[in-house]
């Protein structure tokens, strides 16, 4: 099974705007004489036709980037990968899965559904690596705790602040 990370796309408007605004830029400085700009236009021209995909399956966890039909594959097997870790809170309402590789790290989105497909899917492939499998209540209930100690110890800092002043 492949599962297909959540990206965000340029619309189709969009792209023709740069293109054209692109065109129009190569025009001017072309007229202008000032070829030293025109490479650099062309290569924001040309990143329209850029594509990439962030993919997790059975070989590992990949980027997959294409442009003009050149595919590029950037892999890191499930035998090379140290640890992986949903966090279902920062990507809402899509559920987030940092991968580990030493001190590497890949984050990707997924839907909820896939977050927990693929945590399964992770201690199947090497069940040497860690695996974070929190679900999304209890990891709720420990932003919940946090959030509480911390009023706490803000509370506690203000009260002193006051008792300090008060000397």
Known sequence: MEYKGILKTRTKSRNAMILIVGAMLLVLEFMAKQYFYLPITALIMAAVF?????IVSKEGVDIRRSFFGLVSDNRWEWSEITAVQPDYIKARPNAQITFEKGVMLR????????????????????????????TEEEQEEMEKEKLRRQEQQRAQRAQAKRSRKRK
Do not use: G, S, W
């Open 50 to 54: 850029h594509k990439k995909e962030h």
């Open 107 to 134: 984050t990707f989105q997924f839907t909820p559904e896939d977050c927990r497909k693929i945590l399964e899917l992770a201690a199947e492939m090497n069940p040497d690596m860690i695996v974070d499998n929190y």
